[in-house]
């Protein structure tokens, strides 16, 4: 199981309070915890275009499926509570994406405005440049009114489109922007499984 201790060195980081984050590989006894930081996502805000909150079988699922990918689904740990969690998966399934993969990340409203969505996602980065993808995308809802935008950019993504009016969730209509950001070589090489 990989882990990652960050030092609590910037304003943003966890407050002094708390420990630093603990950034670990996710496992199936995290999956409650989870559950009930995405729920909360779902019922009350627009980072997720699902209405219905999953299960814990259904999240079971998902992180199997993540890592059926050899993809990373990792959480953030702080004084032993699961504070946040992030994972990529593949941004879309026909062969020819098989590079590109797309991040997702959420935080506990408890820990919301201390820089932990930039730790996971730095983390999340920083894993991915070691396998074979080039390219992640991020889809931010509602031109990232929650941060994600700002956040995103900080980390070197780039703005490349936004569909307007695609979601329909909490009574309005909701635009989604594109981010994407180069992995490691990006496309100066062929992919790694193209024979040269």
Request: charged residues 20%.
């Amino acid at each position: 199981m990989s882990t990652t201790r960050p030092a609590p060195s910037t304003p943003h980081s966890a407050d002094s309070t708390a420990s630093a984050p603990l950034i670990r590989d996710a496992t199936e006894a995290d999956l409650p915890a989870i559950q009930a930081i995405y729920a909360h996502h779902v019922l009350t805000g627009v980072a997720s275009f699902e209405e219905i909150p999953p299960s814990v079988d259904d999240l079971r699922t998902r992180l199997a499926s993540v890592r059926s990918h050899g993809l990373p689904y990792m959480v953030a740990e702080i004084d032993c509570e699961v504070a946040g969690y992030c994972y990529a998966t593949p941004y879309r399934p026909r062969p020819a994406y098989r590079n590109t993969i797309e991040d997702s990340i959420y935080v506990s409203d408890a820990y919301r405005g201390r820089g932990l969505g930039r730790v996971l996602l730095q983390a999340l980065i920083e894993r991915c440049e070691t396998g074979p993808w080039r390219q992640m995308v991020a889809v931010i809802a509602d031109g990232g009114s929650g941060g994600s935008l700002s956040l995103h950019t900080q980390l070197g993504f780039e703005l490349t489109g936004t569909l307007k009016a695609v979601g329909f969730k909490h009574g309005r209509w909701l635009d989604t922007t594109l981010m994407q950001r180069t992995l490691g070589v990006g496309d100066s090489t062929v992919p790694d499984d193209v024979a040269r």
